[in-house]
């Protein structure tokens, strides 16, 4: 039996994948990418609040044991004047009518030691008389500037300290 090669197609085996292919694909690779790069940088705002909120808590926390150091002492009443401290952890803190000063820095600590401040994340500052933490490389200057924590001290004995978060993004 004799088989003609007329009867046999030959068929071309494709390797890989054609140009054509290969566009639509780093296309639609491109169109995933342009959409997810939003909610990306999204979540990285969101998580850099929510570590200023962690701090913003810290912070409440720092003070309330301040003013009740201050009130064991008895000098919550008493305006900014020599002696009047509280030892926080080994650190002597100068207060205000009970409440730490913002500009709270000497040779014993700063507020950096008192809330135990990561400084490869955060940094600090004194902006406008008042103690302020961020995050990134722009330092804020004002209390309404993004992504920072600001702590505004007392003005009189009736007063509270304020805490401010201003949100990343």
């Known amino acids: 039996m004799n088989i ?28 995933i990418a342009v959409t997810a790069v939003p909610k990306y940088i999204d979540l990285q705002d969101d998580a850099k609040t ?21 009130i064991i002492k008895g000098n919550q009443n008493l305006a900014r004047a020599s002696g009047v401290d509280v030892d926080i952890n080994g650190t002597t803190l100068d207060i205000k009518y009970g409440y730490p000063l913002a500009n709270y820095a000497s040779a014993n600590g700063s507020w950096d030691d008192l809330i135990e401040l990561d ?13 302020v933490i961020y995050i990134g490389e722009k330092v804020p200057t004002g209390l ?20 401010t978060l201003n949100e990343c993004g």
């Open 50 to 70: 929510a570590s200023l909120q962690a701090i913003k808590g810290a912070l409440e926390s720092a003070i309330k044991l301040v003013y009740s150091k201050s």
């Open 144 to 163: 309404q500037d993004e992504c920072m924590v600001g702590y505004k001290q007392v003005d009189g004995i009736s007063s509270s300290p304020e805490i």
């Open 4 to 31: 003609s090669q007329s009867n046999f197609k030959l068929v071309n085996k494709q390797d890989g994948f054609t140009l054509i292919e290969l566009v639509v694909v780093i296309i639609i690779l491109g169109v």
């Open 119 to 131: 400084r490869e994340f955060f940094s600090s500052t004194i902006v406008g008389g008042h103690f």
